[in-house]
């Protein structure tokens, strides 16, 4: 499976979906960077890397080993098959969760407010962070 070059591209976005399930896509894209030397500023695991990891049941450091070596479809097969099992309607609340988050109390608004600022002034119709991801990747 060849990596992506997260130093001169941008990972897939948070709402892309393998297996019913929004960001694993972006997770493998990073987890296979890492384990290739181009992750570039990007982080494995973030904290939505952690949240996708939490709900599948599986660890980082096993799901990056897998995800150099198999592809998406394959990584799904592996995933349904030693990961936590969950129904279609645990995969759309759990998706829909993750894809409508955003900061948790004041001092995380600020940053976020501030941080969207710096990419586009005036997107206030901005306010997860997937769409925050996604407005800052270019998408």
Do not use: N
């Amino acid at each position: 499976m060849s990596a992506p070059d997260l130093t001169t591209a941008v990972p897939r976005s948070p709402s892309e979906t393998l297996a019913g399930m929004a960001h694993v896509p972006r997770m493998l894209d990073k987890a296979r960077a890492k384990a290739a030397g181009t992750l570039g500023e990007y982080m494995y695991p973030c904290p939505m890397d952690q949240q996708a990891l939490a709900f599948i049941g599986l660890p980082a450091d096993e799901v990056a080993q897998m995800a150099e070596r198999k592809d998406d479809a394959q990584m799904a097969d592996w995933i349904g098959s030693f990961g936590t099992t969950r129904t279609e309607g645990e995969k759309r609340v759990y998706s829909e969760a993750l894809l409508t988050m955003g900061p948790s109390d004041e001092e995380g608004w600020q940053r976020f407010y501030g941080r969207r600022a710096e990419i586009a002034p005036g997107r206030d119709d901005v306010m997860t962070y997937a769409e925050l991801i996604d407005l800052d990747e270019g998408r």
